[in-house]
């Protein structure tokens, strides 16, 4: 019998991330002892700014990745989505569980759907690729900055009657169990959402092969596959939180389809694009459709955002 450390973040939605993937080990290997460490990363402790603002890769994940890499704890459970595309060395993601509703939703305090909304009304997200697309699907809206957990976002809008609703991603709210109160799932072709969202990421010391056979049980291969077609999209476009970048990848059968999005901070310029092909070719088909998208125009963007040449 021994004890299995699982790093994770403190909020509600990632304990209760942690606790599922806790539980599932645990059934799986019932003589062992599997015990949360709660580990406070950085843009868990700076609220008051944008993510844009106070940094660009491992914002949730890296001070969780220094304790792995130390040794306090032997994996790590993180939203896919928060993940950089470059993990540090003597790490890897040893299971990507099964993905859930990887779309985005909106609640709103009046109950309306986006399209209903009119000009002027004010919709709350911390997320640049959400307010580029919210801009560019309706500009006329007032889009504010909103961080913090899912609970606190959701009670602030609600206690402010300046604020008409609020875009989050349906899996957070899924898994908080607090579905009752969404106004819409919002259609991908007017919110793409961000690569990995809505699978978690299981994190390992590369060379401890007893914790990759103990959560390989986890991964889930289409969510893995999918997964890493958008993760190589975000990867050839050099992509972090400073830039409006979403992908979302479906596998059908042996074949995947990939849809990929760029756009300027307010949304006035858009890129979109989906390229298709066998899932073995999941790596060749994000990075082509990056390239695509860069040649349509979106090279112009990123190169103003990132402030260099590509």
Same mark, same amino acid.
């Given at each position: ?49 944008? $993510?844009? &603002?106070?940094?660009?890769? %491992?914002?949730? +994940?890296?001070? !969780?990745?220094?304790?792995? /890499?130390?040794? =306090? ?13 470059? $993990?540090? &060395?003597?790490?890897?993601? %040893?299971?990507? +569980?099964?993905? !859930?509703?990887?779309?985005? /939703?909106?609640? =709103? ?31 006329? /809206? ?85 997964i890493a077609s958008e993760r190589a999209f975000l990867s050839e476009l050099g992509g972090g939180c400073q830039v409006p970048i979403a992908a979302l990848a479906r596998i059908s059968g042996d074949m995947l389809t990939l849809a ?7 949304g006035k310029r858009v890129f979109r694009g989906s390229a298709s092909g066998p899932v073995s070719d999941y790596n060749r088909i994000g990075r082509n459709l990056a390239r695509k998208l860069m040649d349509d125009g979106a090279k ?11």
């Amino acid at each position: 019998m021994k004890t299995i450390r699982i790093g994770t973040r403190g909020s509600r939605l990632a304990l209760i991330q942690s606790e599922q993937v806790r539980d599932i080990l645990h059934s799986n290997f019932p003589d062992d002892t599997f015990e949360l460490v709660v580990i406070k990363t950085t843009g868990d402790k700076i609220l008051d700014a944008p $993510l844009s &603002k106070i940094g660009d890769k %491992g914002l949730f +994940t890296k001070e !969780i990745e220094k304790e792995l /890499l130390d040794g =306090s704890v032997d994996l790590a459970v993180h939203s896919m989505k928060d993940m950089p595309t470059e $993990l540090p &060395k003597g790490l890897s993601i %040893g299971a990507v +569980t099964a993905r !859930i509703n990887p779309l985005d /939703l909106f609640i =709103s305090r009046s109950g309306k759907r986006l399209r209903e909304l009119k000009q002027g009304d004010t919709v709350a997200t911390g997320s640049l690729r959400r307010k580029a697309q919210i801009r560019a699907f309706m500009p006329g /809206l007032n889009i504010v900055e909103m961080r913090g957990n899912v609970e606190s976002r959701i009670r602030k809008m609600m206690d402010n009657p300046d604020m008409d609703g609020i875009i989050l991603a349906c899996a957070g709210v899924a898994r908080l169990a607090i579905k009752n109160i969404v106004s819409e799932i919002v259609p991908e072709d007017i919110i793409l959402p961000a690569a990995g969202q809505a699978s978690l990421a299981i994190e390992i010391r590369e060379d401890d092969r007893a914790i990759e056979t103990i959560v390989a049980p986890l991964d889930d291969r289409d969510s893995r596959n999918a997964i890493a077609s958008e993760r190589a999209f975000l990867s050839e476009l050099g992509g972090g939180c400073q830039v409006p970048i979403a992908a979302l990848a479906r596998i059908s059968g042996d074949m995947l389809t990939l849809a990929g999005m760029v756009a300027d901070l307010d949304g006035k310029r858009v890129f979109r694009g989906s390229a298709s092909g066998p899932v073995s070719d999941y790596n060749r088909i994000g990075r082509n459709l990056a390239r695509k998208l860069m040649d349509d125009g979106a090279k112009k963007i990123l190169e103003q955002i990132y402030g260099r040449q590509l």
